[in-house]
């Protein structure tokens, strides 16, 4: 069974960076299209991004278009997510998720999830 772990999470001020890694162990994740979404509190889970399992294809929730950046290192089992211009509105837990489905995006299944990592963004 894999486990997805995130870390890189943390209070930033408006306008600020942070990049968010998921390591995976158990297991190889490299046939997997990998993702991530996120909750704020009061609100449902959200999609954010995905990448497909060779990371030639990408795909984004519509709020973090053109500021996040979804990429994968195959040889380290890790999944990055570098979010840019952050906003108080990207204010939620940020979990790394795994799908069955090689190509990912919005509506594929996503079968592991990790145990999130919070990011505030404060104004």
């Known amino acids: 069974q894999v486990r997805l772990v995130e ?44 990448i497909s399992w060779n990371g030639v294809s990408t795909s984004y929730g519509d709020p973090v278009k053109g500021r996040f950046t979804i990429s994968r290192d195959n040889s380290k089992f ?7 211009d952050l906003k108080p509105e990207d204010t939620a837990v940020y979990y790394c998720v795994e799908s069955r489905a ?5 509506g594929a299944p996503y079968d592991v999830w990790g145990q999130g990592t919070q990011v505030t963004v404060s104004s």
């Open 102 to 106: 090689s190509g990912g995006g919005p």
């Open 7 to 50: 870390s890189g999470g943390g209070l930033v001020q408006v306008g600020g960076s942070l990049e968010l890694s998921c390591a995976a162990s158990g297991r190889t994740i490299n046939e997997y299209a990998m993702g991530w979404f996120r909750q704020a509190p009061g609100k449902e889970r959200e999609f954010v991004a995905s």
């Open 78 to 84: 890790t999944v990055y997510l570098l979010m840019n």
